[in-house]
Every structure is written in C-alpha cells, then in structure tokens.
C-alpha cells in the first residue's frame, strides 16, 4: 500500500494534522512624528473614530499598502527611527479578532502640512506645553505619556475597553 500525498503535515504517530484557518490579523500602523523643537505632529479627524479629536497620524493597513501612509494623510515624507511601543489585543467583537498597533517614532524630512480632509481637516505642531488642553483619546494619550514622561500620568497604564477606543485610522467592518 503506497503513501498517499497528504495536504497537511504528518505526526510522529503517522495521524495527519489539520490546522483551523486563523483568522486575519488586523494591523494599524501610527506614525509619532517628532521635530527638532520636540514638538509631535498632531492631526484634528474628521471621521469616526475619533472624529474633532487629535491623534498622530496613521490607521489600518490594508493589504499591498505601504506601512505609513503619511504623506496620503497631512502631506508630508517622514524617516522611521524607531518603535515606541505595539499594543496587541485579542478576542476582540463577535469574530474574535486579533489586532496589532504598532508604534513609529519619526523625524519629519519635508514640512509644509497639507491634511488630506477626508481623514483630517487640521494638523498642527504641538508642544509638550500645550497638549492638556487638547481632546486626545486614551491610546493617542498613554503613547503621548511614553514620549513626554510625566505629561499624562493617568495614561502610563494602556488603555482597556472597546478595540475602536484604541485604534487610530478607521472603524473595522463587522462581519
């Protein structure tokens, strides 16, 4: 009796192994963009999530995009210099989903701000000095925190609660 080719990997017992489809990964990718004065890059949404409030440019990432999109948002050509930090939720709403938040320090190459108005209709430079007083969600808050230690203390934990209080850039679709 001949082996048969098998889609799935043999055990060590002979059994085939078969492997559930996992589901996607959802990725959002945020771009902190910091100037030479120490001064963040903040964007003023105009769409849910977060619309009238101020996050750091950014969102989801949708499969062949590039991983920023900064220029497409707020006009401007950012260099990564590092990560800052990656949140990482799980289970997340009826179909179980698995989100990953990655983090980008950046340093702005070119400066003249031109907000896209489809995702944002302001962005501005803001000093450490001046974010108090700025509606800023608890993720964008809590990253804000790592960055100007001290500026936020309420924020040094990471935010818990819904996916969409978190994520910058877009609701996700329900299935």
Same mark, same amino acid.
């Given at each position: 009796?001949?082996?048969?080719?098998?889609?799935?990997?043999?055990?060590?017992?002979? @059994?085939?192994m078969?492997?559930?489809? +996992? !589901? +996607?990964?959802?990725?959002?990718?945020? %771009?902190?963009?910091?100037?030479?004065?120490?001064?963040?890059?903040?964007?003023? @949404?105009?769409?849910?999530?977060?619309?009238? +409030?101020?996050?750091?440019?950014?969102?989801?990432?949708?499969?062949?995009?590039?991983?920023?999109?900064?220029?497409?948002?707020?006009?401007? #050509?950012?260099?990564?210099?590092?990560?800052?930090?990656v949140?990482?939720?799980?289970?997340?709403?009826?179909?179980?989903?698995?989100?990953?938040?990655?983090?980008?320090?950046? %340093? !702005?190459?070119?400066?003249?701000?031109?907000?896209?108005?489809? #995702?944002?209709?302001? %962005? @501005?430079?803001?000093?450490?000095?001046?974010?108090?007083?700025l509606?800023?969600?608890?993720g964008?808050?809590?990253?804000?925190?790592?960055?100007y230690?001290?500026?936020?203390? #309420?924020? #040094?934990?990471? !935010?818990?609660? %819904?996916?969409?209080?978190?994520?910058?850039?877009?609701?996700?679709?329900? !299935?």
């Amino acid at each position: 009796m001949g082996l048969a080719p098998h889609a799935y990997p043999l055990t060590p017992y002979g @059994r085939q192994m078969e492997f559930a489809k +996992q !589901p +996607q990964i959802k990725t959002s990718v945020v %771009a902190c963009i910091i100037d030479e004065q120490e001064r963040i890059l903040l964007t003023r @949404r105009c769409i849910e999530p977060f619309c009238s +409030q101020w996050v750091m440019p950014g969102g989801k990432i949708d499969h062949g995009e590039p991983i920023l999109e900064v220029q497409e948002e707020v006009g401007i #050509e950012v260099r990564v210099e590092g990560l800052i930090d990656v949140f990482e939720r799980l289970g997340i709403g009826e179909r179980n989903d698995h989100f990953i938040i990655l983090y980008y320090r950046c %340093a !702005p190459l070119t400066f003249e701000l031109q907000p896209n108005g489809s #995702e944002c209709t302001e %962005a @501005r430079w803001v000093g450490r000095e001046e974010m108090s007083a700025l509606s800023i969600p608890a993720g964008t808050r809590h990253i804000l925190g790592k960055i100007y230690p001290g500026l936020f203390p #309420e924020a #040094e934990a990471p !935010p818990i609660g %819904a996916i969409e209080t978190e994520i910058p850039g877009g609701s996700f679709p329900s !299935p």
